[in-house]
């Protein structure tokens, strides 16, 4: 565990471990849950589709395609334990592929409409 005050700043890196210098990260979607195992219900959204959803979310540059740094204001769930769980899925692109999903950024994604 890392332990952190509330509102104080939370700061991520994640890094692809790969020979190939051509490869570039993306940051998809990132959740918060105040439980290991349920990332659905009771879930608190900090990126979604690329799209940020959390005001304190902060990208920082960074010198290389295949370090991805970010941060947040850490937060508790109201009425549970004081630790909230991470999730984040990650898109691994070739640099330079303007189609792939890493030059598509934030992706606003319609709900279907049910049928009766």
């Given at each position: 565990?890392?332990?952190?005050?509330?509102?104080?700043?939370?700061?991520?890196?994640?890094?692809?471990?790969?020979?190939?210098?051509m490869l570039q990260l993306f940051l998809d979607?990132?959740?918060?849950?105040?439980?290991?195992?349920?990332f659905t219900r009771g879930s608190?959204?900090?990126i979604e589709n690329g799209?940020?959803?959390?005001?304190?979310?902060?990208?920082?540059s960074s010198p290389y395609r295949h370090i991805l740094r970010f941060r947040f204001n850490a937060f508790q769930f109201i009425r549970s334990n004081p630790e909230v769980y991470l999730q984040c899925e990650l898109v691994v692109c070739r640099a330079y592929d303007y189609s792939s999903r890493c030059y598509q950024g934030c992706v606003h994604r319609s709900k279907r409409?049910?049928?009766?």
């Amino acid at each position: 565990p890392y332990y952190v005050g509330i509102n104080q700043n939370l700061y991520l890196q994640a890094s692809l471990h790969s020979s190939d210098p051509m490869l570039q990260l993306f940051l998809d979607t990132c959740v918060a849950s105040p439980t290991p195992h349920n990332f659905t219900r009771g879930s608190y959204t900090i990126i979604e589709n690329g799209c940020v959803k959390d005001p304190t979310y902060t990208e920082y540059s960074s010198p290389y395609r295949h370090i991805l740094r970010f941060r947040f204001n850490a937060f508790q769930f109201i009425r549970s334990n004081p630790e909230v769980y991470l999730q984040c899925e990650l898109v691994v692109c070739r640099a330079y592929d303007y189609s792939s999903r890493c030059y598509q950024g934030c992706v606003h994604r319609s709900k279907r409409e049910a049928s009766s």
